[in-house]
């Protein structure tokens, strides 16, 4: 158990809905990164957020935002959703931000956009 | 912008027998290098990682990997495999010093133990 909790576990909507995922962060961790992991794309960046601030971009798309709360935890959410938008998502945590720093993984949310 | 490459998608394994990985990254000037492992239905797990100094590093569950900066390699290794050790292999690389680019994975091996 790495300590990184996601909701929900899985997750089927259809075309053109919206949903969001959340990712609490290990206890003490200030930074949340997010990836998207498909079998034609492999494991992606999404996005990074810190203490609140978003610090890095990835391949995001425009339909796709997130944010960080004060008490850490972060949501992603998912617009006008296309079947290609099926795939893992997972979030990370670590305390400082930086890429020196293990990241862990949470379980991730799997979505199915039918 | 960074790459990885993780040029075996399958490998088949021994229980028993030993164990290379191979990954080749891209990247300007010295990366942060990574091995993470996925169990079916999983997170990803931090084998081990290397920023600098001695190029054979340690990790986990007796793995091991070794730097060669002059082949642009970072191979995972393992004297002997357990039936355990199944699962999904990522090699990943990130930015020193930070960067804009995330952690930027391979696309995995996908190692399998006969028995």
């Known amino acids: 158990d790495s300590g990184v909790t996601q909701t929900p576990k899985h997750l089927i909507t259809a075309t053109g809905q919206r949903v969001t995922l959340r990712c609490s962060p290990r206890s003490g961790d200030l930074s949340v990164y997010w990836y998207q992991q498909s079998l034609d794309q492999g494991l992606q960046f999404l996005i990074q957020?810190?203490?609140?601030?978003?610090?890095a971009k990835g391949n995001i798309l425009e339909r796709f935002s997130a944010q960080q709360f004060p008490d850490l935890h972060s949501e992603l959410n998912l617009s006008s959703l296309e079947l290609g938008d099926s795939a893992l998502y997972f979030c990370?945590?670590?305390?400082?931000?930086?890429?020196?720093?293990?990241?862990?993984f949470g379980p991730g949310t799997r979505l199915l956009v039918l | 912008a960074q790459s990885v490459t993780q040029p075996d998608i399958h490998i088949t394994v021994s229980e028993g027998a030993s164990l290379e990985l191979r990954c080749n990254y891209s990247?300007?000037?010295?990366?942060?290098l990574f091995w993470y492992v996925q169990s079916p239905g999983q997170g990803l797990q931090l084998l081990l990682k290397?920023?600098?100094?001695?190029?054979l590093v340690q990790g986990i569950k007796g793995f091991e990997a070794e730097f060669k900066r002059s082949q642009s390699s970072f191979n995972l290794r393992k004297p002997s495999v357990h039936w355990s050790d199944a699962a999904e292999y990522f090699c990943a690389v990130g930015a020193a010093g930070g960067g804009a680019d995330g952690l930027t994975f391979g696309k995995g091996t996908h190692l399998i133990i006969q028995p």
């Open positions: 990247y300007g000037a010295t990366p942060y």
């Open positions: 957020y810190y203490n609140g601030e978003e610090r």
């Open positions: 290397y920023f600098s100094g001695d190029t």
């Open positions: 990370a945590s670590t305390l400082a931000g930086t890429y020196q720093e293990t990241q862990y």
